[in-house]
């Protein structure tokens, strides 16, 4: 067992917890944050993502002691007293989610885009997608979701 | 009022999925729970000899060990075939029990054979391992095209067959073709997929001690009909001892019709272990287990005159079962597959013979399109074949064959009520550009590259299924839909359907259509959907049958109230019914021009006490209360028609396919919510190019599933495709009130032939097997090469 100290989404947590535990583990049974969803276990489908100091990176094949001390934000984490982020806003906008199941991985993986680049093209917009799979959308108001989203942030 | 109808309404379920509020099944928890992990045979094929379950049960944390003894001797049934289908000879088909944990023998690759409930899930997985299982392996039926020939898989099932089903006329068939200028022939395999919703299989299970019930949460499209088999056929507990719940649900695209092994042991578990039971399937579990897709090996030829008329068509397919029937399995290659064979030609003359035989591999059933996207690949590889060899232009050679009206009564079963199929190829040929074509090649070979153009027009029956048509093609099943409109005393409402969406967003198509029906706000209306002790019983969504059959019972279940609403509004109008006149949600007295809004009637309909007159306003005859209910039976299947265009550039050096046009000119009828409809054409595309370029499923020749996770099966991703240019030709349904047509499978149906067209046409003519990866792409290249150094 291993204690694990983190802030979520602003809050300090510290839990108790085996040590192989995943952050996705850990963020959906031991804190009920279950907006953090699990789609494949092989870090392909990117359902999982969550922000680690500030960087997407995937929940699934993160040990949750590997990132002692760090600050997490999650799906749950985004909007602001009540508010949709821009990112949200621009999905629901361009009709970019249908299932809804890779949705919250897919907008935390755009708002770490936009973070790293202003204004992408469609072509760097998918490549930067390339490791969330989406089996409703097509992709296609994803990629518009970005864009309307990238100037709003 | 502005109909709500036909606009880009935002939808009303988002908000919970962006914020991560959403509930899939995998996000409950209860109190006390078990982990439910199950052993899964590791062969293809085998005996089940003895199953020791004495070292796991000592497992630290362990609560129970079952296996398919204990199943057995508590005489809990097995997994189903819906649809009944008699071979050409008028036999039954032949359908093999299918147990919920195997006892005797294991004919997948996954099938589960026994399942332990721990404390922990470290400790359930850890117990499992220690379940010893002494299988004797048998060879293993693989490859469908020689299941007939190989031993029998199944006791009493003899060649594997498990149906010789015939649709159509030999013999006229034969007429036609004695009378042909030309016969095109294909030999096709239609690639077998995985659906891979995104959301892995999962249940969640609690037996109440007391009232004796057991709640299935589940990621199921039907929570109704995965009840009743589970009832019915089961004997799990009685319907109304058993509560199914289908929360949020992550896609299904038909994976998630059937209710499966898992579902079944964990409710009979949970009895037995008066324990809630959790499990969830990792991905591998999902490819081993969720029903598969397609898998047909197609000889397919088209009789044609030398100006390119169609005489005859015929098609001889074997379709994979897979281990054993499930519950669209046996009527996805027959009925959704062989009347719409002849696509959307006049063709006097056509059969479709199907063998579906039994193989031991995962069981394949409905997969978006079930049956119409082999169908269509079918038709439209031999349509773009004959194009080709008769030195015709491939869109001038299906405007040819086009019907000239409509209704259109097609040779084998279907009568197409409304269309415009030139129209919609019109369309698709100017939005691509067709005619610029030719000098977009030559930049292309002048860059080194091979650029291919494709064409495919379909129709496709889907709606499923009217009753009447269903039971007179012999099947035995029907399927109408369920809805009931609840007024709540202060004017809110709740509308139930039996539709499960779990993606399609009825939260807000059926919300706009009962708004405008009603003439209230959209945000007054609640869907509610997914629960067993919620809604009436109701056939789930599957087969694009939730707005054309489950929508339409709401809008009649509204017009009830309407009507209901009129003559409680003429009592309290003091005039008769025949002079209220109901307009945006107001119903008026004609002369008078005195009104009741919907709400003040909802109102009074349920506090008459409460009221000026101090009168009842409940006309004698009426009860209290403003709910109505209505089960919708179409009186026809909906056929959604179009045609689509792709352009694909070849890098002969890699062999690398890229998509960089696709435009799809699709008539769904009347449209209720544009955006919607476009994000189901978006998707439908995906997974149909995905078939055509990237996706497959591959066994080994011992029955081992080689692609059974993300490293080995290409899904698509986001830089796969371009940006796909849709249209829209809309000739409103004749056979349901709204006008409306499904759209939820066609982009899946009409792109695997327009691409795969697209690729052989860059290819010069080289036939080419989907998908159309890099490595066969680049070999054909080769040979092409070599053959034009011959012909210099």
């Not at chain 1, 699934?60 to 990132?67: E, G, N």
């Not at chain 2, 109440?208 to 019930?213: D, I, K, L, R, S």
Request: negative net charge; hydrophobic residues 35%.
């Amino acid at each position: 067992m291993a204690k694990v100290t983190l802030e979520v989404n602003g809050k300090q947590v510290s839990k108790e917890v085996p040590d192989h535990t995943l952050l996705s583990v850990f963020l959906r049974d031991n804190l009920n944050l279950t907006g953090t969803h699990v789609g494949c276990d092989s870090s392909q489908c990117g359902a999982c993502v969550v922000h680690v100091d500030g960087k997407s990176i995937k929940s699934c094949s993160t040990l949750a002691v590997d990132i002692e001390g760090s600050k997490v934000t999650t799906i749950e984490g985004l909007a602001k007293d009540g508010k949709l982020h821009p990112m949200q806003e621009a999905f629901k906008k361009t009709h970019g989610l249908q299932c809804g199941y890779c949705t919250p991985g897919m907008v935390m993986s755009a708002v770490d885009l936009l973070q790293n680049k202003k204004n992408p093209s469609d072509q760097e917009i998918r490549e930067w997608l390339e490791g969330n799979i989406c089996r409703c959308t097509g992709y296609q108001n994803i990629v518009a979701a970005v864009k309307e989203a990238a100037g709003k942030m | 009022m502005a109909s709500l109808v036909g606009s880009r309404v935002e939808r009303k379920e988002d908000k919970k999925f962006l914020t991560g509020k959403g509930r899939y099944t995998a996000d409950i928890n209860i109190a006390n729970q078990t982990y439910a992990i199950f052993v899964r045979s590791p062969h293809a094929r085998a005996q089940i000899k003895k199953v020791d379950t004495s070292k796991a049960l000592k497992s630290s944390g362990v609560v129970s060990v079952l296996t398919g003894k204990e199943i057995a001797e508590d005489k809990i049934g097995g997994l189903i075939a819906g649809w009944a289908i008699r071979s050409e000879d008028g036999s039954e088909m032949k359908v093999p029990n299918n147990p919920p944990l195997a006892n005797e023998f294991a004919n997948f690759v996954g099938e589960p054979i026994a399942v332990v409930f721990a404390e922990s899930l470290d400790e359930a997985k850890a117990a499992a391992e220690k379940v010893e299982v002494d299988y004797k392996v048998l060879k293993a039926v693989v490859d469908p095209a020689k299941a007939m020939d190989s031993e029998p898989i199944h006791k009493d099932v003899d060649k594997n067959l498990c149906y010789d089903w015939l649709l159509g006329d030999r013999k006229a068939v034969d007429e036609a073709f004695a009378k042909a200028d030309k016969i095109i022939k294909v030999d096709l395999i239609n690639n077998r997929l995985v659906p891979n919703a995104m959301e892995p299989r999962a249940c969640v299970v609690d037996y109440n001690t007391a009232t004796e019930e057991i709640t299935l949460y589940t990621t199921s499209q039907n929570p109704h009909l995965s009840r009743l088999v589970m009832s019915a056929f089961g004997n799990v507990a009685p319907e109304n001892k058993l509560r199914v719940v289908a929360p949020d649900v992550g896609g299904g695209f038909g994976s998630k019709i059937n209710v499966y092994n898992e579902e079944i042991v964990c409710s009979w578990a949970s009895k037995k272990i008066e324990r809630p039971i959790k499990w969830v399937a990792e991905r591998t579990e999902s490819f081993l287990t969720d029903t598969h897709g397609r898998d047909h090996v197609t000889h397919a030829e088209l009789a044609v005159t030398k100006d390119g008329k169609f005489l005859g068509f015929k098609n001889e397919t074997i379709a994979n079962l897979g281990a054993y029937a499930r519950v669209f399995g046996t009527v996805t290659p027959t009925y959704l597959f062989g009347p719409c064979a002849t696509g959307v030609y006049v063709i006097p003359a056509a059969y479709s013979n199907v063998k579906a035989v039994y193989t031991n591999t995962a069981p394949v059933d409905a997969y978006r399109g079930a049956g119409r996207p082999e169908a269509t690949y079918t038709i439209e590889r031999l349509v773009e074949k004959a194009a080709m060899e008769l030195g015709i232009d491939k869109t001038e050679i299906r405007m040819k064959n086009f019907p000239s009206q409509f209704p259109f009564k097609q040779t084998l079963v279907h009568t197409v009520d409304s269309g415009d199929y030139v129209a919609g190829l019109e369309k698709a040929k100017q939005m691509a550009d067709y005619a610029g074509f030719e000098a977009r090649r030559k930049k292309s070979e002048a860059n080194g590259k091979l650029r291919g153009i494709g064409v495919s027009s379909y129709f496709e029956a889907c709606g499923i299924a009217p009753s009447a048509a269903v039971m007179s093609l012999g099947c035995g099943v029907g399927l109408w839909e369920s809805a009931e409109v609840r007024f709540n005393p202060t004017g809110q409402i709740s509308v139930f359907t039996g539709s499960h969406s779990h993606g399609q967003s009825h939260d807000t198509t059926f919300a706009q259509i009962a708004a405008d029906e009603l003439g209230v706000p959209m945000e007054n209306i609640d869907v509610v959907h997914g629960d067993t002790d919620k809604s009436t019983f109701g056939m789930g969504t599957y087969g694009s049958r939730s707005l054309t059959v489950g929508g339409i019972a709401i809008v009649n279940a509204c017009k009830k109230i309407i009507a209901k609403g009129k003559r409680v509004a003429a009592k309290m109008l003091e005039v008769s019914p025949d002079e209220i006149e109901f307009k945006d949600g107001e119903f008026v007295a004609l002369k008078s021009n005195k009104k009741k809004t919907i709400g003040e009637i909802a109102f009074a309909c349920y506090v008459p006490g409460q009221r000026d007159e101090m009168k009842s306003p409940i006309p004698e005859g009426d009860e209290p209360g403003l709910i109505e209910s209505a089960f919708y039976d179409p009186p026809n299947f909906s056929f959604p028609a179009g045609s689509h265009i792709c352009e694909v550039e070849i890098d002969p050096d890699t062999g690398n396919v890229k998509v960089e046009k696709y435009t799809a000119v699709d008539d769904f009828g009347r449209i209720v919510n544009p955006n919607i409809v476009e994000g189901q054409v978006h998707g439908g595309l995906a997974q149909g190019i995905g078939q055509a370029l990237y996706e497959n499923t591959q066994y080994d020749e011992t029955g081992q599933l080689m692609t059974a996770s993300y490293m080995d099966y290409t899904m698509p991703r986001a830089d796969n495709f371009p940006e796909f240019n849709l249209g829209f030709t809309c000739t409103h349904a004749t056979s349901n009130p709204l006008g409306v047509k499904g759209c939820g499978e066609a982009g899946a149906i009409a792109s695997p032939p327009t691409v795969m067209n697209a690729v052989i046409d860059a290819l010069g003519g080289q036939e080419i097997t989907m998908p159309a990866t890099a490595e066969k792409v680049w070999k054909a290249c080769k040979a092409m090469k070599k053959s034009n150094a011959k012909a210099a």
